[in-house]
């Protein structure tokens, strides 16, 4: 029997799903994040699931691994001090950077721009230069390289940049300062742009490998910390990290290219959810993913989740391909307060995180959170992760009464305004990834996951008019099942930058088939075997004169049969989807990427038995919650004794170890086949 375990690392909790790859048999554990040194969080949890499962950690074969180490190094400024190597003449291309000002309507007009990640005392400049088409055109100078190189060490750099001129077209001179640099700075991370990311457009290359270096040492500690405790309890299967696009990556190849990682968190999610659709029959989501400390929204239509080839952290925009997945200050954790000079209820974005948490956790927490406000409105039940974790509902109540005093109004009216105000920030971050681009919601279904997602997503999924609203088999560790259940993937990608009249198909097929064998040797080295990988590719095209480029999809078979014309045809189709209008301008073929993906799991899927319809045999008894401005006689019910088909009526809680579901007034959740509550109006 083989053995894979997947590992979320969230905010409060760390998610662990050990699947039994034979049988589809999981365990599933929730342990507390440890935010000092989070390989401390997954040992507990590794430990723990392998003996509910009775196996030694030795057994897994393969431990895949989401994580926000990268995104916290940017988030908290914790990264690498770089130094950076550019072209003679270009040292400010950091600082001069795009024209482009967030916000809009002057609502940004004071504006404090952030501090690039290389600082420009870190900047050096050296002579020689490549073409435009790659030929070198001045030589480089080796002294000079070698005492520009000495300053950034005495500047006390931990991690370098090269990024020159043209060079995704000649990377020769990037390849010769890194010889002379690792004379001069041994044991210092080099990150070359060519290597990086080989695509023109000047700033964006260079802002994504000064990225990459800025994370490099920290997640290089991070990953070899993880390795060496892993090795410890005897688990020596394969170490693979999840991309920010939903692929997975070898832990050898996370510390050399670590900028894939900066939203490997949130993608768990996505890829999970893909599990779960297929089995539900849905191929149009919205994902709803709740956390202690944030929410992340995403869209996945016909069946594949949108990605896009920018990844944003806070003020970084890196030229990196990512899930389209936003992200809100509003998790269970999220603190209520007053503000004494507007006196309206605010929620978020602070945090209790992990620690000390909701005061319901009874962990030293003082201040009101939603997860408390759930509690005094009887939405969450005092007993939590299957009983092992006791809710403290009185001093919920009593952090949410200091809400109630400030605003003048009673303990459940502030609690719910509470749980109102944070189901319109999840509501708001889900418009900005569906309406705001150009798709109807009421098309798509809201699948609801991690700890607090099925709590909110039958209100959310009623803002929207999405349904059904979903909410999946472990809802909890979802994203610990999406780490376990999605393959391998890398990319690479090439400039063209030629005119539809300057180009043919074969051309373009010759380049294509070029970048496969490139990918496929890629993951043909980390292991897999030939046969098992399939390879997409994308093609950005914009009308000549434009900034930007939109990708398309392609496959050689479509370019075999209708050329250019056709990849033109159908970008004017999606830029006026888009857009809502197109150019008279020529086409113009702008970057050229590969993807290889290794086999997908194919994991089987569990079906419940079938019941009559009537869930009264998982009843655990009545309650009262709070809801349409009064209390409502409800009922709670155990997860894992409901059946196939059975029906529950709202009000009424669904609770199981890792999450709980909340069913409103005037809707019903109908259980489906494989254990999914499907909840749509009465």
Known sequence: MGYRLGVDVGGTF???????????????????????????????????????????PKEIGIFLHGTTVATNAVLEGKGARVGLVTTEGYRQILQIARSFVPGGLAGWIVWPKPEPLAKLEDTVEIKGRMT??????RPLDEEEIRSKLEMLKANGVEALTVSLMNAYLNGEHERVVERIAQEVMPGVPISLSHQVLPEMQEYERTLTTVANAAVRPVVGRYVRNLRDKLERVEMDGQLALLRSDGGLMSSQKSEEQPVS?????????????????????????LTLDVGGTSTDVALIEGGEPRRVRTTEVDHLSVRASSLDVKTVGAGGGSIAYVPELTKALRVGPQSAGAVPGPVAY?????????????????????NLLGGSFKLDRAGAARAVQTIADALGIGLTEAARGIIDIVNENMFGALRMISVQQGYDPREFALMGFGGAGPLHVNAVARLMGSYPAVSPVSPGVLCALGDATTRMRT???????????????????????????????????????????????????????????VPMTVTIDQIREAGIDGLARRFDEEHRRLFTFNMDAEHELVNLRAVALGQALELPSIAL????????AAKVRDHELWMDGGPQAGAIYDRSRLRAGDVIRGPAIVVEMDSTTLIETRHVARVDDYGNLLIIPA
Not at 27 to 55: M, Y
Not at 262 to 270: D, E, F, K, Y
């Open 261 to 285: 990682l900066l939203m490997s968190g949130p993608a768990g999610g996505v890829t999970g959810a893909l599990w779960v659709a297929r089995n539900a029959g849905l191929k149009n989501i």
């Open 14 to 56: 760390t998610d662990l799903l050990l699947f039994e790859d034979q049988s589809g048999q999981f365990w599933r554990h929730k342990t507390p994040s440890t935010p000092h040194d989070s390989s401390e969080g997954i040992l507990n949890g590794v430990e723990a699931v392998c003996a509910q499962a009775g196996i030694s």
């Open 362 to 382: 009874g962990k030293g927490g003082t201040l009101p959170t939603v997860t408390d406000a759930n509690v005094v409105l009887g939405y969450l039940p005092e």
């Open 132 to 137: 435009a088409k790659g030929v070198e055109l």
């Open 491 to 549: 990319e690479t990608a090439r400039s063209l930058s030629r005119l539809r009249s300057a180009i043919t198909g074969e051309e373009v097929i010759a380049i294509l088939h070029d970048m496969d064998r490139q990918v496929r040797d890629t993951l043909i080295a980390d292991g897999l075997a030939p046969d098992t990988i399939e390879t997409s590719f994308e093609i950005d095209v914009r009308y000549s004169g434009q900034a930007f480029e």
């Open 609 to 616: 038995e079938r019941g009559n319809g009537d869930p009264s």
